[in-house]
């Protein structure tokens, strides 16, 4: 099987409070992940582990075929990131922000200008390319977020609840991206507490209390819990879980 991440009794602790509780699981290349779990439940740590900016207190992983370990800079120059918290520079200007990244991603001077005027070509942006990020709505920021974190052309792109906060009608849109990303062979790992979302990956997991309590397809889930939405799968895991926010 072509792997683009593999994980092995992955462990975080603070202290002796364990965080990330041996997980383990693997993601296809070109697969959309979708990585669930309610607030505390260890999914930003771990995947903060994954990205390589957080070292692991016991366990490995190998993502875009690197050791995570051994090479967590090569991991972040193959991967692409979008945090939570909005990651752009609002004081600077669209096109400022996409050759400011594409600087960080190594891109060259001829290549960022060739991406950049396809990316507000395909955003349909270049009429406000002088226009300061913090003037855009936010749905277009995250649109702009996303494009700027895959202009690298990573094998991997890591969302961290890349919707939060934007509307449905938005939220669709931005599933589109993901889609295409997929659909053009790259990985997408995302997460988010939209259960309706987790209807759009190929298969879920489901963390809960630092350790993985489900992991398949949404349909397979569903048939397992005997439940007639994500929702009902989640809430039917979440509730025996015995910490709520770490």
């Known amino acids: 099987m072509n ?137 277009w920021k995250q649109k702009l977020s996303f494009s700027i974190a895959m202009i690298h052309e990573p094998s991997i792109i890591f969302l961290d609840e890349p919707t939060g906060g934007v509307d449905p009608i938005t939220r669709r849109q931005f599933w589109d991206l993901i889609y295409e990303a997929s659909e053009n062979g790259t990985t997408v790992f995302v997460t988010t507490h939209y259960m309706d979302e987790a209807e759009y990956c190929e298969r879920v997991s489901i963390m809960v209390d630092g350790k993985i309590a489900a992991l398949n397809t949404p349909k397979q889930l569903k048939q397992d819990f005997k439940a007639a939405s994500m929702d009902e799968v989640f809430y039917q895991l979440a509730r025996g879980a015995k910490r709520s926010d770490h």
């Open 3 to 139: 792997l683009a991440i593999e994980v092995n009794e992955l462990t975080k602790k603070f202290g002796d409070f364990v965080a990330v509780d041996h997980i383990s699981f693997s993601v296809k290349k070109g697969e959309i992940f979708g990585f669930l779990g309610a607030n505390g439940a260890g999914k930003t740590t771990a995947m903060k582990m994954l990205i390589g900016i957080s070292i692991p207190t016991s366990g490995n992983a190998t993502v875009a075929g690197f050791d995570l370990n051994r090479y967590p800079d090569k991991i972040k120059q193959n991967i692409g990131y979008m945090s939570q918290k909005f990651s752009l520079y609002e004081d600077l200007n669209i096109i400022e922000n996409i050759r400011f990244y594409g600087g960080i991603y190594g891109l060259s001077r001829k290549e960022i200008a060739e991406k950049s005027e396809k990316l507000l070509e395909k955003l349909d942006l270049q009429s406000v390319s002088k226009s300061l990020v913090s003037s855009l709505p936010l749905g």
